[in-house]
């Protein structure tokens, strides 16, 4: 990365929250769900629907938590947000029939997407002149912090023992009530006054809600790696299965030496268009790749593979560079809790369906499948500057220049 340490007090503080969070995700994302399938004994069947259920309760949890962090100081409902995951994270050791686990998983993924939401007005807030570049900045430091993590889990998948895995959920837990505290040494942003208008102004910007739908179409792409990568390789390919291993490995490098550099220069929402648009060409050129690995030799096959994560992963960097910037650039100052709450309904939906549709797509159609998925998401960003042009366009009711209000304490304005 150009700059290993954030330039302003803050901005530390805040990434040094984020390292330790990640750590702990890195820990769930790895081993999360086979903690439920071998140490809770639930079926994978009943896994899947409490997932599926947890991801749809999440999705309106952010818009509305991302307007109480605008309207009741940032700092403290982002640390509310952690505690509320930890308690819910440690919470999993109990759950060990279908409901006490629905409840819990939908508790810890509802105050994850809440946490999304009310971290946004503090990363604009310190972020400097560009908090786009500052959220490329903690992506990489996110990436670092899951490599760490993952590792860990290895060890408690490779022991396989109940304490084992009930080590790596108390581990999680602890990791998201210390990312709280070291929160508390963060200056509180004060809250933003209310404005004249409708309150739930980011659910009537169209252009938005657009933009918003195109990045969750797109957002896709981050299950290709995860999910459609792996499943193709071991039953397409003649591949040897720890190249997984090695995917994964090559595109968490790039990301981690290459976000922020990516970032640096999409600095204004056109160029947050444009880099969809190239997005979309580099996944598709991805999936023509990881498709040709089917039927060949098995050097072939690895050669294919890894060039098209290579691809995939700077689809990836311009996709994350052009959300941080389109999402911000278009956020009204004093409404961007609610505004990033709305833009992250896109990723939610596509973390409750992604994986479904690229199965269906990639593995139980076959080649066919992949050129499919590449048109989808080289479409989706030819869509975007469009959208972008229309949200730049001044309009009654979505340009924000109301007269601000305060309150006092008897209630007068």
């Not at 949200?391 to 209000?405: C, N, S």
Request: charged share 10%; hydrophobic share 50%; net charge positive.
């Amino acid at each position: 990365m150009p700059q290993l340490v954030p330039a302003t007090g803050p901005q530390r503080v805040i990434a040094a929250s984020n390292f330790v969070y990640t750590v702990g995700s890195g820990l769930y994302l790895t081993a999360g769900v086979l903690y439920f399938t071998q140490a809770a004994r639930l079926p994978v069947g009943q896994v899947g629907l409490g997932l599926a259920i947890a991801g749809f309760i999440s999705l309106a949890v952010g818009i509305a938590v991302g307007h109480l962090a605008d309207r009741r100081g940032a700092r403290g409902v982002y640390v509310t947000t952690l505690v509320v995951q930890a308690l819910a994270t440690a919470s999993f050791v109990l759950a060990d029939t279908f409901w006490p686990f629905v409840l819990t998983v939908s508790l810890a993924t509802g105050a994850k997407a809440a946490g999304l939401a009310a971290r946004s007005p503090l990363i604009r807030h310190y972020g400097g002149d560009r908090p786009q570049e500052f959220r490329g900045y903690l992506r990489a430091v996110s990436n670092v912090g899951i490599s760490l993590g993952a590792m860990l889990a290895g060890w408690a998948i490779q022991v396989g023992t109940q304490s084992a895995y009930h080590f790596l959920v108390i581990g999680n837990a602890i990791s998201f009530a210390a990312a709280a505290a070291v929160l508390l040494y963060l200056p509180p942003v004060k809250p933003v006054p209310s404005a004249n208008g409708p309150r739930w102004i980011a659910l009537r910007d169209h252009p938005y809600l657009l933009i918003t739908a195109l990045d969750g179409i797109m957002a896709i792409q981050f299950k290709v790696l995860t999910v459609a990568i792996p499943l193709w390789l071991v039953e397409a390919t003649t591949a040897p299965p720890w190249l997984i291993s090695g995917t994964m490995l090559a595109n968490t490098v790039l990301v981690i030496a290459l976000q922020v550099r990516a970032s640096r220069n999409i600095d204004s929402a056109m160029a947050g268009a444009r880099a969809y648009r190239r997005s979309g060409v580099a996944f598709l050129v991805s999936c023509s790749l990881v498709t040709l690995s089917a039927g060949v030799p098995a050097w072939a096959a690895v050669t294919l593979l890894m060039t098209g994560v290579v691809v995939h992963t700077v689809g990836e960097l311009w996709h994350s560079a052009a959300g941080f910037e389109v999402s911000f650039a278009l956020a009204p100052e004093h409404a961007t809790g609610q505004y990033l709450g709305v833009f992250g309904l896109g990723a939610g939906l596509s973390e409750a369906v992604g994986p479904s549709l690229l199965i269906s797509l990639c593995i139980t159609w076959g080649r066919p499948g992949w050129y499919v998925v590449g048109a989808l998401f080289a479409l989706t960003g030819l869509a975007a500057p469009f959208a972008v042009r229309w949200a730049q366009r001044p309009r009654q009711g979505r340009e924000v220049r109301p007269v601000l209000r305060s309150h006092t304490p008897d209630g007068a304005t």
